[in-house]
């Protein structure tokens, strides 16, 4: 059963812009910390960007002031929009819900490719 589904990855050109969403099911969305991490070919998983069931956020350095994430709860939706972007954001983007300390639920992942 896959609870956490991404959608709006795809190929743009450098500087272009891409908004990503991530629905829930099976989950008691609103409580939840999420997160989007993303992985290149050859790269280690990145947290990309953080937020809390409050609406605190946090982003990794390589995207601060470029990239945005958000949630809407009546939805069970987590987005992430992406500004400015650039070849080497391109990788597969995966959403998570932090269950607990050492339990968390992933996407599948979406492609993004930013490329000429």
């Known amino acids: 059963q896959v609870q956490l589904v991404e959608s709006g990855g795809g190929s743009v050109q450098p500087g272009g812009s891409l908004r990503l969403s991530c629905a829930a099911s099976?989950?008691?969305?609103?409580?939840?910390?999420m997160n989007w991490y993303r992985q290149a070919p050859g790269k280690q998983r990145e947290l990309v960007a953080t937020i809390t069931s409050g609406g605190s956020t946090n982003y990794a350095d390589s995207v601060k002031g470029r990239f945005t994430i958000s949630r809407d709860n009546a939805k069970n939706t987590v987005y992430l929009q992406m500004n400015s972007l650039k070849p080497e954001d391109t990788a597969v983007y995966i959403c998570?819900?932090?269950?607990?300390?050492?339990?968390?639920?992933w996407g599948q992942g979406t492609q993004v490719t930013v490329s000429p």
């Open positions: 099976r989950i008691n969305f609103s409580i939840y910390t």
């Open positions: 998570s819900a932090q269950l607990n300390l050492i339990n968390t639920r």
